[in-house]
């Protein structure tokens, strides 16, 4: 587009050259000038609606304040049902602390009731009443954080309470507290007796245990066998290793089903009674082992002993007790 200017002063003609640029330009400024006169007329206008008391404005003015109210009223609704899922995990993780507890507590040995008697028990608590102050959201929220630290702290407390307690229960049912043979007389003790073959003062180094040949003998706690031989002293033996060295020993067997290298469990059946080996009758030699020395048994199977199978331990100085 060409414009040509004409002056009267000096009779010349001018001409100026408007390109789509240069129109493209002049548009955007005058929306820019449009838009903002518009904008500060709005202002102006909604600022003294109510001065100028103009009905139409007025209403215009509450929607805009209705619809802020409301655009709070659900952010703080949003704030709310966030902070109520957080105390529902928190409440599903006490839960899980609880279910812990009382494995804690089958594990340790305790009743469930014993545990709730004594959380039942309150604290004496008192001093002055000061008027409680609503807690802020930021407030509430550093509270519930907080509260959810203590939550997982104890949880790992008790999840390393509970693998200990797990630990010591598997020790202690690899210790050998279980009776071998179901028999009624403990004929031979641990310690000094007079020897049934040469009626000499000799040490026995177990306790032998009185049954008819074909009596299952059965481990005393799990383990490994570790040796299975005929022995020239102990006849048919089994050995097993129950950890941390130490050994079971269970001599004379008539028949032995354990095999060299299996492993057993606590009660199985592993040989039957016999009198094979330096014996005078059907027994089973029983022995306990600590780093290969021999230990009483009866300090191992004193609860099974005691506990409802009746074996009457005596000190037998008789020439024919078994060996």
Do not use: C
Request: charged share 20%.
């Amino acid at each position: 587009m060409h414009i040509i200017l004409v002056s009267d002063r000096l009779a010349t003609a001018k001409t100026l050259t408007i390109t789509a640029r240069h129109l493209l330009l002049a548009f955007v400024g005058l929306m820019a000038l449009v838009l903002s006169l518009s904008t500060l007329f709005s202002y102006v206008t909604v600022r003294h609606a109510a001065e100028i008391r103009m009905p139409f404005l007025q209403d215009l003015v509450r929607a805009v304040s209705l619809e802020e109210t409301q655009k709070s009223k659900e952010f703080v609704r949003e704030n709310l049902n966030a902070m109520a899922v957080r105390l529902g995990q928190m409440q599903a993780q006490l839960m899980r602390l609880d279910s812990l507890s009382e494995r804690l507590a089958a594990l340790a040995g305790v009743k469930p009731a014993e545990i709730k008697a004594q959380e039942a028990v309150k604290d004496g608590r008192g001093g002055p009443l000061i008027q409680p102050r609503s807690l802020s959201s930021k407030e509430l929220q550093h509270a519930l954080d907080a509260l959810s630290h203590q939550v997982e702290a104890r949880s790992d407390t008790l999840s390393v309470l509970e693998s200990q307690l797990l630990e010591e229960r598997i020790k202690k049912s690899l210790l050998p507290t279980s009776l071998p043979v179901a028999a009624q007389w403990n004929a031979s003790a641990f310690g000094w007796r007079v020897d049934p073959f040469t009626g000499e003062a000799a040490i026995h180094e177990g306790v032998d245990f009185t049954a008819a040949v074909g009596t299952p003998i059965k481990a005393a706690a799990a383990g490994i066998v570790i040796n299975v031989e005929r022995h020239p002293q102990y006849g048919n033996m089994v050995e097993i290793d129950h950890g941390n060295d130490l050994i079971t020993r269970y001599a004379h067997a008539s028949k032995v089903f354990a095999k060299q290298g299996a492993l057993v469990r606590r009660g199985q059946k592993i040989a039957e009674v016999g009198t094979t080996g330096r014996s005078t009758g059907p027994h089973l030699h029983f022995e306990v082992r600590i780093h290969g020395v021999a230990q009483n048994p009866n300090r191992f199977l004193q609860q099974a002993l005691t506990g409802g199978t009746k074996v009457a331990r005596r000190q037998s100085n008789s020439a024919t007790a078994p060996h």
